[in-house]
């Protein structure tokens, strides 16, 4: 940004309404969102699922999904051009000249039958050589990479192209939608460091979607927080990290867990999480949810004031909201029925191979050690963590643990008990999309021959320890939220509690508040079942909250083990430091 | 989150499900033919070669037979024999496919390999030699077009349950303690079903052709048999004086096929939704 005097506006949005259709009913996912980017400046939208935050981008680009005949009302101005209303050739012509995009998925985002090369040079337009671009975006070997097809590069290769293809257009305005959601943390810290540079060398605007607040500030000039389909608050990113004035800001603060989270003590998170996007006719939207409310909030729609971070908010009680606002919302840990002793598994010279595939004249097989003679024993009633960046093995390491894999050299040893159960990454995946709940809590019920009523009575029982309506058995997993599918996935584990929980990156692809959530969920069961758990992950700061022992994986063996809080103060492989220096609370300091 | 906002509704079009009623329509008509005929179809009944009209609704043949009773059989002859083929064609192949994705390894190899064996011989070539050789006659197709029309499925249901085994719900499922019939009934041959059932309702218009294929070639139902492709066939010749007789049994066929075609897809659309 110029020192002197306001950049034009890049990006103009003005009271923004948009309305989407699902099974006849009409939804407000947008209600008059008003919001500037300027020329240079980096804008982090942050937001739970379901604030409208990726609606937002569709409408920006004009991509909102037609069958859901969308209603828009209110301006969207593009370099000054407007585009609520406008044909789709003026559409077009501004998303091909003006817009670049990069979005969630990197690998569905490129076409698979073209090479790379091909798919670049469509993007460019001032006839620079190709190789240059993937070049700048730090690809290496750029000129023999334009000939490869995009299932051979990395899912992190496959974003820095997106990212080569929307900077090569030479736009004013990038629109990123999580672009690092589905990358591990290590390539998340590059891909957001590549982007500042590229933004900042080329001077292009940044509208960066994410519900992540640790990203948006380790990235972003000015923060806003949108809130079911309303923008709440809007500041610089320091100054509102520090003083939020929304009590909403201050929940999505304090839900985010970092490496010095309060072990002791659950992380504190809002009363309930919104299911929809409609938001509220009259009045605040976050007045249900918020302590701070009183009679105003429930009438009147709070005006876009001032704040005192220099931004602006949308709350009556804007002055009153301190940083220990939601100091009561956390509870502490129910007490531990099981005593953390006397071995529970042993896996003892674990081995795993993997043969990549043969190619035609590419000589012979090669096999990959996904786990090399791993060592590891789990006591009960105890939670232990491995962590690592993704292809460390640590996946293949939880499915040797479960059962579903075996092992092609060493011994996976358990104490008798009931067997142990897994949460996966996809919860809405490892739900049977034709069985309804019910019954697929039911099946681990079946050994036990009760009667119906019986089953019914337990099934209940388990939806209502994980936090969800009973009724949701009737339900199938289409109908349910991702938060939801989770939950369901865990009354199915516990219906029966496991001697051994294994999760599986189960908090990866969730929001802040939802995995926090879940995190105290997961361990207040743990405690109260006597279940010991596997927790596969990632996330450092994940690992360090829930867990008392962290393993540290590279490249198929254990590198590091340790007590959770030594290995993140005190680590001693350099995959430890390099998961630790990838976190992204660190790059924030890093650039403050 | 993109993924959501696009979720496409999915329902059978106006057409695709008026369709389906057609194809149950056709089915009960099949079904209830004896009481549903005007008059004997294989019976002289007035003067032949009568034109459509109040008295004869589709005309008369080159001997004085009905058309109309003709047409009913006809269908009842064509169209219950595909369904008969398919549904053995379907189960068989949902045996072997299940059989060889479950049990895996030598036994998978096996049926995989016998699967491609009964591919790449021509198999209409074949059925037809063999019908010729036990004489012709509408069970004997039947019987030997069967022996041929499994494979397709069994390849469909032997990648689909394989594919369906790896994925989480599947694995939560074997966690739960599910084994053996259950897990393949509850978990894995649901996956199958779409596919399956779409390919079918596809597939019966390939039936439909090699069964008239056959009656053409006078190998199906013998010749007072009213089957639509023979009676097309025979009376070829008066296309241009008595248009009625070879035309409105190739135009019942053509119904057939589209009718079938446009179920498929409206099923598909359906089972998209589930």
Not at chain 1, 531 to 559: K, N, P, Q, S
Not at chain 2, 13 to 37: D, F, H, K, Q, R
């Amino acid at each position: 940004m110029s020192p002197n005097g306001a950049p034009s506006p890049v990006l103009n949005v003005t009271d923004l309404s948009v309305t989407l259709h699902r099974d006849g009913r009409a939804h407000a996912i947008l209600d008059r969102i008003s919001l500037t980017v300027r020329r240079g400046e980096i804008v982090a939208m942050l937001g739970e699922s379901g604030s409208g935050k990726s609606t937002l981008g569709l409408a920006v680009m004009g991509l909102l999904p037609a069958d859901a005949e969308p209603e828009v009302s209110g301006s969207v101005a593009i370099d000054g051009i407007e585009l609520v209303g406008g044909d789709s050739l003026r559409w077009r012509t501004v998303r091909r000249e003006r817009l670049g995009t990069v979005f969630q998925d990197p690998i569905g985002s490129l076409n698979p039958s073209l090479r790379i090369g091909a798919q670049l040079s469509e993007a460019i337009v001032d006839g620079t050589p190709p190789a240059g671009w993937l070049e700048r975006v730090g690809i290496p070997d750029p000129e023999s990479r334009l000939q490869s097809y995009p299932h051979q590069l990395s899912g992190g290769q496959c974003q820095r192209v997106m990212i080569a293809m929307a900077i090569a257009k030479r736009p004013g305005l990038i629109i990123a939608d999580e672009p690092t959601t589905a990358l591990d943390v290590v390539v998340q810290a590059q891909i957001l460091d590549l982007l500042r540079r590229l933004a900042r060398e080329d001077g292009i605007a940044m509208l960066f979607v994410t519900h992540d607040l640790a990203v948006a500030s380790a990235l972003a000039d000015r923060i806003v927080v949108m809130h079911a389909g309303r923008l709440v608050e809007d500041g610089p990113v320091d100054r509102l990290a520090k003083q939020p004035a929304h009590p909403y800001t201050v929940a999505l603060l304090g839900a985010r867990f970092g490496l010095t989270a309060d072990r002791g003590r659950q992380l504190p998170t809002l009363a309930t999480a919104r299911e929809t996007a409609d938001v509220a006719a009259v009045g605040c939207a976050f007045a249900a949810r918020c302590p701070l409310a009183i009679e105003p909030c429930r009438t009147t729609r709070p005006p876009v004031m001032p704040a005192i971070h220099g931004g602006s908010v949308s709350c009556f009680r804007s002055l009153d909201v301190g940083p220990d606002l939601w100091a009561g919302a956390s509870s502490p840990w129910p007490e531990s029925v099981q005593a953390k002793s006397g071995l529970l598994v042993e896996m003892a010279m674990v081995e795993k191979m993997f043969n990549s595939p043969r190619r035609l004249l590419a000589g012979p097989a090669r096999s990959v050690h996904a786990l090399n003679k791993i060592n590891l024993r789990i006591y009960r009633g105890e939670s232990v963590a491995i962590v690592g960046s993704s292809g460390s093995g640590k996946s293949t390491l939880l499915r040797v643990a479960a059962g579903l894999l075996a092992p092609d050299d060493g011994d996976v040893v358990y104490a008798p008990g009931e067997p142990p159960q897994v949460i996966f990454q996809d919860a809405r995946g490892s739900l049977t999309p034709w069985l309804s709940i019910g019954e697929q809590i039911g099946e681990r019920l079946r050994p036990l021959r009760l009667a119906k009523a019986d089953r019914d009575t337990r099934v209940a029982a388990a939806l209502r320890q994980v936090g969800l309506d009973p009724k949701i058995a009737g339900a199938r997993a289409r109908d349910l939220s991702g938060g939801q599918c989770q939950r369901a996935a865990l009354a199915r584990a516990i219906v029966v509690p496991p001697s051994l929980l294994l999760c599986d990156e189960a908090i990866s692809a969730m929001d802040m508040t939802l995995a926090a959530a879940m995190l105290n969920l997961i361990g207040t069961l743990c405690r109260s079942l006597g279940m010991a758990l596997l927790f596969v992950t990632h996330d450092l700061a994940a690992a360090r909250f829930v867990a008392d022992r962290i393993v540290v994986m590279a490249d198929g063996e254990i590198v590091e083990m340790g007590e959770a809080e030594k290995i993140v103060t005190a680590p001693v492989h350099p995959a430890t430091m390099a998961l630790l220096q990838a976190m992204p609370d660190r790059l924030a300091r890093a650039v403050a | 989150m993109l993924e959501r906002a696009a979720k496409a509704r999915t329902q059978m079009s106006g057409l695709e499900a008026a369709a389906v009623c057609m194809l149950l329509v056709i089915t009960l008509v099949a079904a209830a033919a004896p009481y549903l005929v005007p008059a004997d179809p294989v019976l002289k009944i007035g003067e032949p070669y009568q034109p459509p009209s109040l008295s004869y609704l589709f005309g008369t043949d080159e001997i004085g037979r009905d058309m109309l009773a003709r047409m009913i059989y006809g269908v009842r002859l064509t169209w219950l024999p595909s369904l008969v083929i398919i549904a053995v064609g379907v189960s068989v192949g949902t045996v072997v496919g299940v059989a060889g994705a479950v049990a895996g390894g030598v036994i998978d190899l096996l049926l995989a390999r016998l699967t491609d064996l009964f591919i790449v011989i021509p198999s209409t070539m074949i059925a037809l030699a063999a019908v010729a050789a036990l004489g012709p006659g509408i069970w004997h197709t039947v019987t030997a077009m069967s022996v041929f029309w499994w494979p397709w499925y069994a390849r469909i249901v032997r990648s689909e349950v394989k594919a369906v085994s790896g994925r989480p719900h599947a694995e939560a499922a074997r966690l739960s303690g599910v084994r053996g019939p259950r897990l393949v009934i509850r978990y894995l041959l649901p996956a199958a079903l779409p596919t399956v059932l779409v390919t079918a309702t596809l597939d019966v218009a390939n039936v439909i052709l090699v069964l008239s294929l056959f009656s053409f070639l006078g190998l199906g139902a013998p010749a007072p048999a009213p089957e639509l492709g023979a009676m097309t066939a025979r009376s070829l010749a008066s296309l241009t004086t008595h248009w009625w007789i070879p035309i409105l049994p190739a135009v019942a066929i053509f119904v057939l096929v589209v009718t079938a075609n446009l179920a498929g897809d409206g099923l598909r659309s359906l089972m998209k939704a589930v």
